[in-house]
T-cell receptor, first 108, second 112 residues
Framework: RKEVEQDPGPFNVPEGATVAFNCTYS??????FFWYRQDCRKEPKLLMS???SGNEDGRFTAQLNRASQYISLLIRDSKLSDSATYLC?????????FGTGTRLQVFP | DAMVIQNPRYQVTQFGKPVTLSCSQT?????MYWYQQKSSQAPKLLFH???????NEADTPDNFQSRRPNTSFCFLDIRSPGLGDAAMYLC???????????FGPGTRLTVL
C-alpha cells in the first residue's frame, strides 16, 4: 500500500458546485495532516492543516477519519480560481509524504 | 515578509555541465528540504538538513549533492546533469520537520 494515495482526477465541476477529494494514508501513528494547493508550474502552498477531527476555513472543510485512515477536502461553492492540483500530505518516518495530487478544473 | 527565495528561477545547462541552485530563507527554520518535481508528479524528496545534519534519501542519485553553510542558505549541486534531470526543483523549510513546510517558487531546470 502506498504511504499516501489520492484519486488523480481530473474533477471537472461547474462554478458553484460542491466537490470532495479523499486521501488515504498508511501510517496509523500520523497525528497531523496537510492539504496543499499547487497551481500549474508554481510551488505548493499550504491550504489547510488538520490536527484533530477536522478543520474549516470559509468554503473549505477538511475532515479526518482515523479509524479508516483517510482525510477529505470539501470545497463548497467552487470558483474558477479554485482550479488547481490539491496535494494531500502526511507525516511518515519523520518526513512529510506528498500524494500525487488531485486535479480540479472548475468551468463557467 | 518572511519567505523562501530560490535563485535562479530558470536555469538552462548543457548535458554534463555542473549546475548549482540556491535557496535562502528568512523564516529561521531548522529544516531545509530539496525536492524534484516532474510534470504531473508529486514532489520527490531528494534530501534535507535538520540544522547541520544531512539526511539523504536512499534513492537520490549520487549526482545530486547539497550544502548548507548556515541556517539561511542551502544549495543543490548537480554534478553532471542528464536529460532526465530536467525538472522543477523546489526548496522548502519547516520549523521542526513535523509541521507544515513552506516552499520557495522553485527553479525550473532545462538540460540541453
Amino acid at each position: 500500500r502506498k504511504e499516501v494515495e489520492q484519486d488523480p482526477g481530473p474533477f471537472n465541476v461547474p462554478e458553484g458546485a460542491t466537490v470532495a477529494f479523499n486521501c488515504t494514508y498508511s501510517n496509523s501513528a500520523s497525528q497531523s495532516f496537510f492539504w496543499y494547493r499547487q497551481d500549474c508550474r508554481k510551488e505548493p502552498k499550504l491550504l489547510m492543516s488538520v490536527y484533530s477531527s477536522g478543520n474549516e476555513d470559509g468554503r473549505f472543510t477538511a475532515q479526518l477519519n482515523r479509524a479508516s485512515q483517510y482525510i477529505s477536502l470539501l470545497i463548497r461553492d467552487s470558483k474558477l480560481s479554485d482550479s488547481a492540483t490539491y496535494l494531500c500530505v502526511c507525516p511518515f518516518s519523520g518526513k512529510l509524504i506528498f500524494g500525487t495530487g488531485t486535479r480540479l478544473q472548475v468551468f463557467p | 515578509d518572511a519567505m523562501v527565495i530560490q535563485n535562479p528561477r530558470y536555469q538552462v545547462t548543457q548535458f554534463g555541465k555542473p549546475v548549482t541552485l540556491s535557496c535562502s530563507q528568512t523564516l529561521n527554520h531548522n529544516v531545509m528540504y530539496w525536492y524534484q518535481q516532474k510534470s504531473s508528479q508529486a514532489p520527490k524528496l531528494l534530501f534535507h538538513y535538520y540544522d547541520k545534519d544531512f539526511n539523504n534519501e536512499a534513492d537520490t542519485p549520487d549526482n545530486f549533492q547539497s550544502r548548507r553553510p548556515n541556517t539561511s542558505f542551502c544549495f543543490l549541486d548537480i554534478r553532471s546533469p542528464g536529460l532526465g534531470d530536467a525538472a522543477m526543483y523546489l526548496c522548502a523549510t519547516s520549523r521542526d520537520g513535523m509541521n507544515e513546510q513552506f516552499f520557495g517558487p522553485g527553479t525550473r531546470l532545462t538540460v540541453l
